[in-house]
T-cell receptor, first 112, second 115 residues
Framework: AQSVTQLDSHVSVSEGTPVLLRCNYS??????LFWYVQHPNKGLQLLLK??????LVKGINGFEAEFKKSETSFHLTKPSAHMSDAAEYFC??????????FGAGTRLAVHP | GAVVSQHPSWVICKSGTSVKIECRSL??????MFWYRQFPKQSLMLMAT?????????EQGVEKDKFLINHASLTLSTLTVTSAHPEDSSFYIC???????????FGSGTRLTVV
């Protein structure tokens, strides 16, 4: 069965410094992987997704993630954090493209 | 891009009453929709998968008679919380399978508070 582990429940960075949100997955098949962002009391917005094409995936707002099969990881990065990046981030896996399995989430705080 | 409209965005109801939440696909036909529940500071848990014209498929542990899902058209799915209790208070989010790059589009969520 597929599963997702987000290694950090909270990450705090200073504005202008790099962001790293870690995600490991478990899947019996070649997975589709997603990163979503959720602002308070809002729905989810897709940042990026991996579907067996290029292993380095670029998303919106300067985010990118690298799929590493050998490490079963799909970490999310951004070179320079902005105050508006403060939100909850979810790593998600889907094996059959019908059901999404969410990680527990990582709350990103950005300090001036 | 594909847009899913969910309303109401928040609702307060009394214990024992029923509440209906609507999820509409505005510019595409959604044959499959999903309903999630999110407790404070927790992740999203899939409650059920809704297919147009057929019965919803519920995840293990989700009460079918309490959370009624109807997907009568290609643009509308509804979730009715029947005989609501305070423990049903939560954030409910719908999602539609859109295909293409996005794959899925999410509604903005409904904050349900049962008093």
């Amino acid at each position: 069965a597929q599963s997702v582990t987000q290694l950090d429940s909270h990450v705090s960075v200073s504005e202008g410094t790099p962001v790293l949100l870690r995600c490991n997955y478990s899947s019996s098949y070649s997975p589709s992987l997603f990163w979503y962002v959720q602002h308070p009391n809002k729905g989810l917005q897709l940042l990026l997704k991996y579907t067996s094409a290029a292993t380095l995936v670029k998303g919106i707002n300067g985010f990118e993630a690298e799929f590493k099969k050998s490490e079963t990881s799909f970490h999310l990065t951004k070179p320079s954090a902005h105050m508006s990046d403060a939100a909850e981030y979810f790593c998600v896996v889907s094996d059959d493209y019908n059901k999404l399995i969410f990680g527990a989430g990582t709350r990103l705080a950005v300090h001036p | 891009g594909a847009v899913v409209s969910q309303h109401p965005s928040w609702v307060i109801c009394k214990s024992g009453t029923s509440v209906k939440i609507e999820c509409r696909s505005l510019d595409f036909q959604a044959t499959t929709m999903f309903w999630y529940r999110q407790f404070p500071k927790q992740s999203l848990m899939l409650m059920a998968t809704s297919n147009e014209g057929s019965k919803a498929t519920y995840e293990q542990g989700v009460e079918k008679d309490k959370f009624l899902i109807n997907h009568a058209s290609l643009t509308l799915s509804t979730l009715t919380v029947t005989s609501a209790h305070p423990e049903d208070s939560s954030f409910y989010i719908c999602s539609a399978k859109t295909g293409g790059y996005y794959g899925y589009t999410f509604g903005s969520g409904t904050r349900l508070t049962v008093v």
